[in-house]
């Protein structure tokens, strides 16, 4: 085997996992899988009504905002006439719904309803598009669901070492009304903050070993 070949096979190697690292978004009518962070805006002494965009900082998610800049938490159902979005409440954005999270994420789990239909070269159905560092690095159609029909559960992931940390969902029908509950989500974290707890893991276990 000559030098040539070996300086491949190291190359090919290096970029292997790079090459299998991807993003995926499925929808699906089971619910998605809860992840490590959960929001579901029934929690005790959580805000209602027209909220500030940065009402979730504390847990992770930096900035929650309605495409009309007014984004608003309740039963958005009820007072409709009962569009099968569930019972309690749940967070509504006239025009799209845009989340950006305060760390990297690897995984988003979600519920989404929407009026737009389905796609069509008119208008109609809805994309999520998933960002990170302002870089859209994925987009998946779909039709979303209302009126108690269709699939309702987005989940997002990310594999191979790749990350994300902002999702906006939009609709294209003429007046989208996107409404988006149970949320949760895995955070990635930081090579700064990995590396406090392994320095604590190990003071853990010189504890434990005296």
């Known amino acids: 085997m000559n030098a040539r070949t070996l300086i491949g096979l190291a190359t090919a190697a290096t ?3 790079t090459a299998m690292a991807s993003y995926n978004t499925a929808l699906t009518a089971a619910a998605a899988p809860t992840y490590s962070t959960t929001l579901n805006f029934d929690e005790v ?4 009504g027209v909220v500030a965009p940065n009402s979730w900082a504390g847990i992770g998610l930096a900035d929650m905002q309605a495409g009309d800049s007014t984004p608003f938490v309740g039963d958005n159902d009820t007072p409709n006439g009962g569009w099968g979005l569930g019972t309690g409440n749940s967070f509504y954005g006239a025009f799209g719904v845009f989340m950006t999270f305060s760390t990297d994420l690897d995984a988003l789990s979600l519920q989404v309803w929407d009026p737009s239909g389905a796609p069509s070269p008119i208008g109609g159905g809805a994309v999520a598009f998933t960002y990170n560092d302002g870089v859209e690095v994925s987009n998946f159609a779909f ?4 009126g108690g029909l269709g699939d309702t559960w987005l989940n997002i992931t990310a594999d191979g070492g790749m990350v994300f940390d902002e999702v906006r969902i939009l609709g294209f029908g003429f007046f989208p009304t996107t409404v988006v509950d149970n949320l949760s989500w895995n955070a990635v974290p930081t090579p700064a903050s990995a590396a406090l707890m392994g320095v604590a893991g190990l003071a853990s276990a010189r504890r434990r070993r005296r």
């Open 45 to 48: 002494g959580g805000p209602t």
């Open 15 to 17: 970029i292997a996992p």
């Open 143 to 146: 039709e979303p669901a209302w």
